[in-house]
């Protein structure tokens, strides 16, 4: 089993920054990929970004150039940085975990709330 403890999130205006943390507990030899996904109310669940365990990212076309993945070298603690937030980035924001074969992991959720 993979624990997703995830942090940050909150309200901030249009064009600022926020930074979400997300550290996986477990049998964490079993991950191959993680990611934040995100659900506005009304919507379907989407990927935002992702990163393998090669270091290779992934980011929905929205976010691309605003948003940054990252990981720790030999750990699967994973941060989102955005900038430039706009209203339409507002959501729930999941943090993910494939292996493979194995059931993926989802952390609680945390809000992020873009508005004036």
């Known amino acids: 089993q993979v624990q997703l403890v995830e942090s940050g999130g909150g309200l901030v205006q249009p064009g600022g920054s926020l930074r979400l943390s997300c550290a996986a507990s477990?049998?964490?030899?079993?991950?191959?990929?993680m990611g934040w996904y995100r659900q506005a109310p009304g919507r379907q669940r989407e990927l935002v970004a992702s990163v393998t365990i090669r270091g290779a990212t992934n980011y929905a076309e929205s976010v691309r150039g605003r948003f940054t993945i990252s990981r720790d070298n030999g750990k699967w603690t994973v941060v989102l940085q955005m900038n430039s937030l706009k209203p339409e980035d507002t959501g729930v924001y999941y943090c993910?975990?494939?292996?493979?074969?194995?059931?993926?992991?989802w952390g609680q959720g945390t809000q992020v709330t873009v508005s004036s």
């Open positions: 993910n975990a494939k292996r493979g074969w194995l059931p993926e992991s």
């Open positions: 477990g049998i964490i030899s079993t991950i191959n990929a």
